[in-house]
């Protein structure tokens, strides 16, 4: 159940927690794939060029949903075509350590989400309804992201397994100080997101607006505490770490993408900076805790349980 093949490399860096062993049958491959053919492959098609394209297209043109898709259009063909030269390069490798969950996330939500938002538009459902309806396909492709991935990469969720029954008391631990540090970087960002503009990120708003009905705040409570964290960390940490070829690269792009896909879909990149707080803390915890994702799916599991709370007590906190 390993995915370095090297084996484990007792040599740490001063910021990371000693390895336990469930960390040491199973490390993490910071170099799974190389720099210098696949890392910059997956580095320029999947990160930057689709970031630099998206905010062009955004200043350049009104936000409306036809700039929107055509942006969004775009992003799939650099994502897809960069995809088949990354996979093909290493695919064993990419598939056996799960960093495959990268494209999974990438393509397979969206997707789920264009046929049934497809197929709903045609009855012209209510706003409410609409409402429902976005979060019942954001909670399938969920589930369904991560079967297909349990499937194909079974390994990364033995470890999850494993250090949730072996590594409690330090999950724990690790969980209350991520969660101090995510918060505390998340408002100095918060501030110097205000700076800049004082408005509520269109991000922000859709998540407020899906808090009309009973049954959408159950469903948002489901997606976002029980099932977006696990995706999201699986893809941008594990997934992201694994396909960029060196550590700090990987952090940085993790930082962008995360960051970024909280606002490429509305196409409000002045909000960017908001959003960048709880990706670089979750980004440096990943390489605290030597590239186990399981810490950080509980802590940002933890983050969106507090959000979601004060999003329905008090929010004007997070405006």
């Not at 860096?13 to 799974?32: I, S």
């Not at 409000?268 to 605290?288: P, Q, R, V």
Request: include cysteine; aromatic fraction near 16%.
């Amino acid at each position: 159940m390993t995915n370095n093949d090297n084996g484990y490399n007792s040599k740490r860096a001063w910021y990371e927690l000693k390895p336990t062993l469930v960390d040491r049958a199973a490390p993490f491959d910071f170099n799974l794939v190389k720099l210098r053919n696949t890392g910059y492959i997956f580095l320029s098609t999947a990160i930057f060029a689709p970031f630099f394209i998206n905010i062009l297209i955004s200043y350049m043109f009104a936000h409306n949903e036809y700039v929107l898709a055509g942006m969004n259009f775009i992003s799939w063909i650099i994502v897809g075509s960069g995809s088949y030269f990354v996979i093909s390069g290493a695919q064993n490798e990419i598939m056996r350590s799960g960093a495959i969950a990268f494209y999974y996330f990438y393509f397979i939500p969206n997707i789920i989400g264009l046929v049934i938002g497809t197929i709903a538009n045609q009855f012209d459902p209510a706003v409410s309804v609409k409402t429902t309806i976005n979060l019942l396909a954001s909670i399938i492709a969920g589930l369904v992201t991560i079967f297909i991935l349990y499937r194909s990469s079974p390994s990364i969720f033995k470890k999850i397994k494993l250090t949730l029954k072996q590594n409690y008391k330090r999950i724990l631990v690790v969980y209350t100080i991520g969660i101090i540090a995510i918060f505390s970087i998340h408002l100095f960002f918060v501030y110097l997101q205000s700076l800049i503009t004082t408005t509520i990120s269109n991000n922000q708003n859709n998540l407020i607006v899906w808090l009309d009905k009973w049954w959408n705040i159950v469903f948002l409570f489901i997606y976002t505490i029980c099932i977006a964290p696990i995706v999201e960390e699986l893809a941008t940490r594990h997934g992201i770490f694994s396909l960029s070829g060196n550590k700090w690269l990987g952090f940085v792009s993790s930082i962008i993408f995360f960051a970024g896909m909280h606002v490429s879909g509305t196409g409000d990149w002045e909000h960017i900076i908001g959003y960048i707080g709880a990706s670089l803390t979750l980004g440096m915890l990943f390489l605290i805790v030597n590239g186990n994702v399981t810490y950080t799916i509980i802590s940002h599991a933890g983050y969106n349980l507090i959000v979601a709370i004060l999003m329905l007590v008090a929010p004007k906190f997070l405006s």
